[in-house]
């Protein structure tokens, strides 16, 4: 027997009738979920409007969490980002001295350099707000970040220790900025097109009261790893 294609158009008025109510509203929605893709002009216009050099100039705080496949929480960290603008070839750039503490005690730091990119530039979308190229040290290549309204997406190849090599993973970033100068970020994890995990942060700009952040303040020069 010819297997059929699967496309967006899969589910036919035949079929829909075996189907209970129930049935048939999970399935539309699924389906429809999978007509559509993901991307940041679906925030076009939502507030408060998102834009990475105001948001993370000065001091930002994080907590976030990786979690396997099944959901599992693998490992958490806090992060302390230290955000200075300075001149750079497109204009202003922007620099993130990430230090991160992760629950185990380990200890890893990690610089960004950002630049706005002009909206002539070719990966300037019609929607758009802001289109921004960032590099590291561990990011393979380079970073785009789309903005619009409320919403970030990045996407980039992060090569990451593992055992006594590395391996390089995709990262698809989702921000979205609240009320109260909270951010959320969502990030997909994936290598070779399957599914990794998932990293979960929280960023703010300022701590809550009596939170004791001097752990992870000290210079990660001179702490062991």
Same mark, same amino acid.
């Given at each position: 027997m010819k297997r059929k294609d699967i496309t967006c158009n899969? !589910?036919?008025? =035949?079929? &829909? =009738? +075996?189907?209970?109510?129930?049935?048939? #509203? !999970?399935? &539309?929605?699924?389906?429809?979920?999978?007509?559509?893709?993901?991307?940041?002009?679906? *925030? %076009?216009?939502?507030q408060p409007a998102l834009e990475l050099f105001d948001y993370f100039a000065g001091k930002t705080y994080a907590w976030g969490q990786f979690q396997d496949r099944s959901g599992k929480v693998l490992r958490r960290f806090q992060v302390l980002i230290d955000g200075s603008i300075q001149a750079g070839p497109q204009g202003k750039q922007l620099v993130l001295?990430? /230090?991160? +503490? *992760?629950?185990?005690?380990?200890r890893e730091q990690r610089i960004w350099t !950002?630049?706005?990119l002009p909206k002539t530039h070719p990966q300037f979308e019609d929607g758009l707000d802001y289109l921004y190229r960032g590099t590291a040290g561990d990011v393979i290549g380079e970073a785009i970040g789309k903005v619009a309204g409320n919403a970030l997406n990045w996407k980039y190849v992060l090569e990451m220790p593992y055992k006594d090599s590395s391996i390089r993973l995709n990262f698809n970033d989702w921000m979205f900025l609240h009320e109260?100068?909270?951010l959320v970020n /969502?990030?997909?994890?994936?290598? $070779?097109?399957?599914? @990794?995990?998932? @990293?979960? +942060?929280?960023? %703010?700009? %300022? &701590?809550?009261?009596?939170?004791? $952040? #001097?752990? @992870? =303040? &000290?210079? !990660?020069?001179?702490? %062991?790893?």
């Open positions: 899969f !589910i036919q008025p =035949k079929q &829909l =009738k +075996l189907f209970g109510a129930v049935f048939m #509203s !999970i399935a &539309l929605v699924v389906g429809m979920a999978g007509c559509s893709m993901h991307k940041p002009q679906d *925030y %076009s216009g939502q001295d990430e /230090r991160f +503490l *992760y629950n185990d005690g380990e !950002i630049d706005a109260d100068g909270v /969502r990030a997909k994890v994936t290598k $070779w097109g399957f599914d @990794v995990g998932e @990293v979960t +942060l929280t960023f %703010s700009k %300022s &701590l809550p009261a009596g939170a004791d $952040w #001097s752990q @992870v =303040k &000290l210079d !990660i020069n001179n702490s %062991s790893k």
